[in-house]
């Protein structure tokens, strides 16, 4: 796809979504088998307005249906499902437009997400645009009955197992997803959207205290320190605000936070997204709690120099000034955290260090550990 956009000063080719293929691959059958021509590409509609002409893989014509091929593009986005093969089967019903799905394609188990339990994992957006596909299909050829359309992928069940599908109540197969039809890379708001998902299962399932972890350290910090389910957890990987924000909204009541202190340092600036490209302040945050807690100045001038929290924690531990250091640091998390939520919640945090055995806790973590574990 001849489509790019810029990422700091990278250019980055976009790509199709799952739905995009989906849409292309059900128009390109429709087409094939009301004239037993197969095209080489087929132009669907965006829900944006815009229209893209996608690329057709295969087309074979049966007695009773007609099959079409797309290759998922992804463009430069480093996506599990880039290259697979996305089919749609179209075969002719007396009326309206029937969307199943087939080999691969992942089956909803769990409340929370775009479809009902029971259905197929084709969202509501792509659903629309394999209709929309059909129904131009049916009036440029004047056709007036309907469309059963039947949309598999032959690798989904083996790539579902790289993505977040099972933990998120989606078994047997990929989702075929997407809100713009567009992949963009790198995309921020894909990302955020699986924390939102993940939430609102966990919602749906009548929780009321929101667990956010950081990612593996923290999954595995739970299953060495708490007794609690991993699939209890949401991650937000460096989206620590956003997903406090997301949590709010899905009415959670109770919020808790667990990471290590490499990244949940950041949280004692205020820095909410984690990400090392969007702020660092590592050693910055450090020196100014140093500084509270009374550290001397030639102490305080070697953490600067440091790689890593570890690193520095080590500074001031041998100088006896650690201790000190992390108390205001975790009044300082404490404080920045409840800023965020603004008394709409409860808010607490467990900051955790593995090489100097530290597990810090905010004023209401106990508290709401152990509404997790009457929840769980």
Known sequence: ??????????????????????????????????TGDAV??????????????????ESRLTEHSAICSVIKDSGD?????????????????????????????GIVTKPGLDQPAGEYAINSVPRRMIKTALQEIAELHEYHGGFKVIISVPDGEEIAKKT???RMGIQGGIS????TGIVEPMSNSALIETIRTEANIRRKEGLETLLLTLGNYSEQFLKMHLPIPEERSVCCSNFIGEAMDIGISLGFSRIL???????????????MNTHSHIADGR??????????????????????????????????????????????LIQRIESHLKARVNDTAGIGA???????????????ADDLIQHIRKES
């Open 350 to 364: 467990v900051i955790f260090s593995y090489q100097h055995n530290i597990i810090l806790k905010t004023s209401q």
């Open 77 to 105: 986005d480093p996506d599990v499902t880039n290259g697979i093969l996305i089919l749609a089967e179209v075969s002719l019903i007396p009326e309206t437009i029937e969307i199943s799905g087939g080999k691969g394609v």
């Open 164 to 166: 977040y599908n099972p």
């Open 283 to 328: 050693m910055e945050t450090l020196v100014t709690c140093g500084v509270l807690a009374g550290v001397p100045l030639p102490v305080l001038q070697k953490l600067p120099e440091c790689v890593t929290v570890d690193a520095a924690l080590d500074i001031l531990k041998s100088a006896g000034y650690m201790e000190q250091t992390l108390a205001v």
């Open 176 to 179: 075929i997803i997407g809100t």
């Open 40 to 57: 080489s590409h087929a132009e669907i509609l965006l829900p944006g307005g815009e229209r893209i002409s996608v690329p057709i893989n």
């Open 257 to 271: 936070l667990i990471g290590h202190i490499g990244k949940m340092i950041k949280l004692g600036a205020g820095i």
């Open 1 to 34: 796809m001849e489509r790019y956009i810029y990422k700091g000063t990278k250019k980055l080719r976009c790509g199709y979504t799952t739905g995009s293929c989906a849409s292309a691959a059900a128009k390109a059958a429709a087409e094939l088998f009301l």
